[in-house]
């Protein structure tokens, strides 16, 4: 059976469910073939299952999964599906980025609260924030 897994295969090797292969053959982006009620996935499954893997590493949703493995055309040098994921990336770089501004801004809010906490703690009045932000 060179070539072949079965889904307790490949769910080790990805350290995965076995429900998490069905939910994703369930929605088409898995199709192994079938003996009875076993599943044999191919290495193209395999190779499927690790893109998407990785794939939701990076943040895309199944539905951007699927419509990068639909654009494969090896024929064609699989540019469209290239330019689709540089795409992608630079647009999930750019929101990671943002969430990271953000974050930051964060930590600085708190970093000023727990300041004005302390220095209230200590005696010392709390002069910039008004009786309605505390409440």
Known sequence: MTGTYSISDLAREFDVTTRTIRFYE???LLSPQRRGQT???SAR???LLKLILRGKRLGFSLA???ELF???DPEHDNQAQYQLMLDKLASRRAALEQQLRDIR???LELD???T???EAMAGKPLTDISNEEMT
């Open 45 to 47: 499954d395999r190779v």
């Open 26 to 28: 369930d929605e088409g």
């Open 105 to 107: 801004l964060m930590q």
């Open 70 to 72: 639909d654009l494969y």
């Open 64 to 66: 951007e999964c699927r």
């Open 39 to 41: 599943r044999i996935y």
């Open 112 to 114: 000023a609260a727990e």
């Open 116 to 118: 004005r906490i302390r």
